[in-house]
């Protein structure tokens, strides 16, 4: 059990929550845009122009993978993403 200053606060175990926001922060570091962080975490998109159903679409599906794999923190890159 975890309390806070407030003794009004209770969390079980906040391992996910704090596992969720970590996902939240490296996918905005890799430059994912809001709609594609909620698509990405399974979240409501606020996005009204983009349904969930577009990110069926290859290209959008591709973007991501792209953001994803360039770690601006890491100068060792395993992968490499080739533009055709």
Same mark, same amino acid.
Request: hydrophobic share 35%; with cysteine; aromatic share 12%.
């Given at each position: 059990m975890m309390l806070n200053e407030d003794n009004e606060f209770y969390e079980e175990d906040p391992t996910t929550y704090f596992l969720r926001r970590n996902l939240a922060t +490296?996918?905005? @570091?890799?430059?994912?845009?809001? $709609?594609?962080?909620?698509?990405y975490m399974d979240h409501e998109? %606020? /996005? +009204? =122009?983009?349904? =969930?159903? %577009? /990110?069926? %679409?290859? %290209?959008?599906?591709?973007? @991501?993978?792209? +953001?994803?794999? *360039? $770690?601006?923190?890491?100068? *060792?890159?395993?992968?490499q993403v080739y533009d055709e």
């Open positions: +490296k996918l905005y @570091i890799h430059g994912l845009s809001i $709609d594609e962080c909620q698509y998109i %606020d /996005f +009204k =122009r983009i349904l =969930r159903s %577009d /990110f069926s %679409d290859e %290209d959008m599906l591709y973007s @991501i993978y792209k +953001k994803l794999l *360039n $770690d601006p923190l890491s100068s *060792n890159c395993m992968l």
